[in-house]
């Protein structure tokens, strides 16, 4: 195991290896104080040293791993109710979603899907954050078109995001429901790569090399949370869910 170690640290490189961590520490900041956003930091860096299904595979691995290690932070606090409709019809959404790839202009469903969470964003920052009802119909839409995203181009969380932000009045329970989310989400999406095959012994020597970034960056997180969270969250989330709109809308554009 060590000699594997080595020899996938070899291989990378130490100053890219470095580079790896900084984009991980950072992105493991950022998950932790707003409860996403991993991906978004993440991915980019990743998919520069890495295929584009290891980079997958390997966020997807490294969002579980620090999940189950930083459970009892966020756990407790996390409504579960919710949590359940969201889940299974995202799976359905998933497969619905990956079939729609093949008859849809990909280009026009990005360029919806950003100007979509723009526009939530827009929204969500004119109106103050109450406790509303959640309503189990509404929490099945939200999750069928987080998955019709995670299958179309693999970008489940804005409508998850928006679904948190718009019926979760305090910080902590949005964080926390987020943070529950993307942990399961992450499991479904595992169990995915594994019968598709793209679990390689390289992603999981990855993994396991990304990991002590990612425990620091975890833990900052969570301290800066703690301290400045019930100030900053939501403008700090409504920040990075906007730079996830628009990251969207100018990769559609730019296709």
């Not at 470095?18 to 707003?34: K, N």
């Not at 996390?78 to 359940?84: G, H």
């Not at 181009?153 to 429901?177: H, L, N």
């Amino acid at each position: 195991m060590i000699e594997a170690l080595v020899e996938t640290f070899t291989a990378i490189g130490a100053g890219k290896m470095l580079a790896i961590w900084a984009a991980l520490l950072f992105a493991a900041l950022l998950r932790a104080f707003t409860g996403f956003g991993f991906a978004l930091a993440a991915m980019p860096v990743l998919a520069l040293f890495v295929a584009p299904t290891e980079a997958v595979v390997i966020t997807a691995l490294l969002t579980f791993g620090t999940s189950v290690l930083s459970l009892p932070r966020f756990w407790p606090d996390a409504p579960k109710r919710p949590l359940l409709p969201i889940l299974l019809a995202s799976v359905v959404g998933t497969a619905i979603g990956a079939q729609l790839l093949a008859q849809v202009s990909t280009r026009q469903f990005q360029l919806g899907v950003g100007l979509a969470v723009l526009g939530a964003c827009g929204v969500l920052s004119l109106f103050r954050p109450a406790q509303r009802p959640v309503w189990r119909g509404v929490a099945t839409a939200t999750g069928l078109l987080s998955g019709l995203m995670n299958g179309v181009f693999a970008v489940p969380g804005p409508p998850v995001i928006i679904f948190v932000m718009a019926t979760q009045e305090d910080a902590r329970d949005s964080r926390a429901m987020l943070l529950s989310y993307f942990m399961l989400a992450s499991v479904i999406a595992l169990c995915m790569f594994g019968i598709s095959g793209y679990l390689t012994a390289k992603a999981l020597w990855m993994f396991l090399l990304g990991m002590p970034a990612m425990m620091i960056g975890d833990r900052l997180g969570h301290a800066v949370f703690a301290r400045f969270g019930n100030l900053f969250y939501r403008r700090v989330a409504l920040s990075v869910l906007c730079a996830v709109g628009l990251a969207i809308t100018i990769k559609a554009l730019l296709a």
